[in-house]
């Protein structure tokens, strides 16, 4: 099975992006991504008010070098390209709290030099919860890439089906007790969490095929 890394970006979320006025479509990026970048920059060791100025000046970038990164599809995975931007947004903010300058983001130079990329600021600076960025990045992208699907996945089946797999499988009860507080038959609740996870499954590859 394919990692999320191998699959190749998907240029349509790209495209669409690109429409400033298409508002549907920021609105889903925004709601996919914004929690990503928020959990990335408080694990970073930011404080909750930094980490949202993180967000801000991360979707304001992306807006802002979107065209130079659809030219340029060699610069690898959506995925990686956000988490470079992020990344340099936190820097800013260490340097804002460590009182110096905030220099002109890197991830706004869409030619710079790959050597000057491994040796970003946020590199340099200490994190005070011994976290490693990427890491973090990984496990909140899947996560981000879950609750996305979930929320898809709500909206086309029956509230009742969706309610019968949120108890199973996100919260953990047994069928059995699961039947009998929503009064209804055992293979009912065993077809609800077959039909949900295999729905499930399905939205999350097809996100992770837009990165």
């Not at 199973?168 to 009064?183: D, I, M």
């Amino acid at each position: 099975m394919e990692s999320p890394d191998s699959i190749p970006t998907h240029w349509t979320l790209i495209h669409r992006l690109r429409d400033w006025d298409d508002q549907e479509s920021w609105r889903e990026f925004f709601d996919t991504y914004w929690r990503l970048i928020y959990s990335a920059a408080l694990k970073a060791g930011l404080t909750e008010t930094q980490a949202l100025e993180v967000v801000q000046e991360t979707v304001i970038t992306v807006a802002k070098g979107l065209k130079q990164f659809e030219s340029d599809p060699a610069r690898g995975s959506f995925k990686g390209w956000l988490l470079h931007t992020t990344r340099w947004k936190i820097a800013d903010q260490f340097r804002k709290r460590q009182g110096a300058p905030t220099a002109r983001s890197r991830s706004d130079e869409v030619g710079s030099d790959t050597h000057e990329r491994k040796t970003s600021t946020v590199d340099r600076i200490p994190d005070p919860n011994g976290l490693v960025l990427e890491a973090v990045w990984d496990t909140e992208w899947e996560e981000t890439l879950k609750a996305a699907a979930l929320q898809r996945v709500k909206a086309k089946v029956d509230p009742l089906e969706y309610q019968i797999f949120d108890l199973c499988v996100l919260r953990s009860n047994a069928p059995k007790t699961v039947a009998a507080k929503l009064g209804v038959k055992p293979w009912k609740v065993y077809f609800a969490q077959r039909r949900v996870g295999r729905l499930l499954q399905r939205e999350v590859r097809k996100l992770e095929s837009q990165q």
